[in-house]
């Protein structure tokens, strides 16, 4: 661990500011992966990605690559994608369709499921090999809402449901544009990456106060009256954020930049528009994005196609938005790195966020969300792990 | 167009991306040009699978549009771009159609940071009276199933 000790994390988080090492150490970034991605739910991917009998696709949990597996019973599991007896990785392919993965080095070969199916000249092993015993290590928890996989690498904690506390209804109404209830995604991703922290992502997919500033070069005066004119909120909604926009009626079939909400569900998913976003921290200044769009179940195609279209325009690597807006992630590495100044300010909305429903919410271009999103942070990286293990 | 035309099409139309002339650039395009770049694989079905890049003519006018704005960050200083096309061979040939394909290094800087790209790019030119126009460009990337960094610069 490198020059930010444990004991001193929970001084990182002010009540209106974040040190800037929380985006700069890689110390602090090693942490992360211990004391979030191993330990709280982490997105893996949507069902119809594997609706069928022994579809897979690999992801990962930070550090961790993983596969995720429909099994013959129809329910899913999630696998290391790392071989029990040398660690290779055991499947190759993004997407595909196999009832067992078979390591290259030396042929050991496992089922969907996990379970170590065979190994060549087994008798070398003598009675004391347990075949059982090397079979893929499991991810010890999985569990979908409305579609949405998510996977734990912690064997207690908080159930899915508990972690996704109020944003359930966030993910029904994410689902409720669809009129059969019932979301898929296009074929493919969005694959962007960016030399910045993997927070400034969490902190843009929730930020209404940057749309006229930044993204002037592309947003619409049309769209930027949900901003203008709004009484939309931000949400601290259990530590996951939130930009209510529903004033302007529910998220449109179209995805257009009107009603409906956007969503951070922390660590690592983004709910926006048509998009699907999965953030993959790399390293404490590297970040990867990939991003799903989504097609609704029961509307016209043209409808659909559209949908795609114009998240083609304006996000992915060449995006009329997102251009700009992994400008300003790498801007704000580059501009952090410099240790002269120690704080980043997050004090909009103080004196009038309130609590309403249960959530302490502010006005549209508020930061309430992002408070909410590093109190979330400051507890999941200072918690011991005999602490997590029993919350 | 004989070979030596075609040649001379291509090449100008990465010199206007070079040197930045999008408006000269834009007017090679026909009215219902697409403008594609295909991430994933090179051969995806564009209706069922997600693009880097699908624009329809007004959509390379925004984009066009948006660089010239002024407020177009991410290219902000703009980037410089060098374009070396190649191989280029005529794939099919009608009296007001040529299939052309070429291959391009393209070699971008942009503030110290040098990123290179090669692409086989496709395209149709479709005769318009006394002119050629790009009825399609499809850039095929290398790199089309990988991470990419912020890609602001046209390709």
């Given amino acids: 661990m490198s020059a930010v000790m444990q004991k001193d994390i929970a001084g990182l988080i002010r009540r209106d500011a974040v040190h800037r090492s929380v985006y700069t150490d890689p110390g602090i970034f090693a942490l992360e992966m211990e004391r979030i991605f191993d330990r709280t739910w982490v997105y893996l991917g949507h069902d119809c990605e594997i609706s069928q009998d022994g579809d897979y696709k690999t992801t990962f949990i930070g550090r961790h690559p993983i596969i995720v597996a429909r099994l013959a019973d129809g329910s899913v599991t999630a696998l290391l994608n790392r071989c029990r007896h040398r660690g290779a990785t ?302 | 167009m004989d070979h030596r035309a075609i040649e001379q099409f291509v090449y100008q139309e990465a010199r206007l991306l070079d040197s930045g002339r999008f408006a000269d650039w834009l007017a090679l395009f026909a009215q219902d040009a697409i403008y594609w770049v295909p991430a994933g694989h090179d051969d995806i079905d564009p209706t069922q699978h997600v693009s880097i890049i699908y624009d329809t003519l007004p959509g390379i006018q925004k984009r066009i549009g948006r660089l010239n704005s002024g407020f177009a960050y991410a290219q902000d200083p703009a980037s410089r771009v060098h374009r070396l096309v190649s191989n280029i061979e005529v794939v099919s040939r009608a009296d007001d159609a040529i299939e052309v394909a070429t291959m391009m290094l393209l070699v971008e800087l942009s503030r110290h940071k040098q990123t290179i790209h090669s692409a086989r790019c496709e395209f149709l030119l479709r005769r318009e009276g006394a002119d050629w126009k790009i009825a399609r460009k499809k850039v095929n990337l290398l790199r089309n199933n990988e991470v990419l960094d912020s890609t602001p610069y046209l390709l």
């Avoid at chain 1, 196999?98 to 030396?106: D, E, G, P």
């Avoid at chain 1, 070969?109 to 065979?118: F, I, P, S, V, W």
């Avoid at chain 1, 997102?322 to 952090?336: K, P, V």
Wanted: net charge negative; proline share 4%.
């Fill in chain 1, 90 to 391: 055991v499947c190759q392919h993004e997407v595909g369709n196999s009832r067992f993965f078979r390591c290259a080095y030396h042929a050991w070969t496992y089922a969907n499921d996990g379970k170590l199916l065979g190994v060549p000249m087994p008798a070398g092993y003598g009675p004391s090999f347990k075949r059982e015993e090397h079979g893929l290590a499991k991810v010890p928890r999985v569990a979908s809402y409305r579609g949405f996989i998510f996977g734990s690498m912690a064997i207690e904690g908080p159930t899915l449901e508990e972690h996704l506390g109020g944003t359930r209804k966030l993910l029904d109404d994410y689902c409720a544009v669809s009129p059969t209830g019932e979301i898929e995604v296009f074929r493919g991703y969005q694959k962007c990456g960016y030399d910045g922290n993997w927070k400034y992502q969490l902190e843009n997919g929730v930020d209404p106060y940057h749309v006229g500033a930044l993204h002037r070069s592309a947003v619409t005066a049309d769209a930027m009256k949900i901003y203008k004119e709004g009484r939309g909120r931000v949400i601290d909604m259990d530590g996951h954020g939130v930009t209510d926009h529903s004033d302007w009626g529910p998220m449109p079939v179209d995805a257009g930049l009107t009603g409906g909400f956007n969503l951070v569900l922390f660590p690592n998913l983004i709910l926006l528009r048509s998009q699907i976003r999965i953030v993959r921290p790399i390293a404490v200044d590297r970040t990867e994005i990939y991003t799903n769009v989504v097609r609704l179940k029961g509307v016209p195609e043209d409808v659909n196609l559209q949908r795609m279209r114009d998240q083609e325009f304006e996000f992915g690597a060449a995006g009329a938005f997102y251009t700009d807006d992994m400008e300003i992630f790498e801007r704000s590495q580059r501009g952090l790195n410099s240790s002269a100044v120690d704080w980043v300010v997050f004090a909009r909305g103080l004196d009038r966020e309130q609590r309403q429903g249960g959530y302490l919410t502010s006005d549209m271009s508020d930061e309430t969300q992002h408070r909410g999103i590093y109190r979330r942070w400051k507890q999941m990286m200072t918690a011991e792990p005999a602490m997590a293990a029993a919350e």
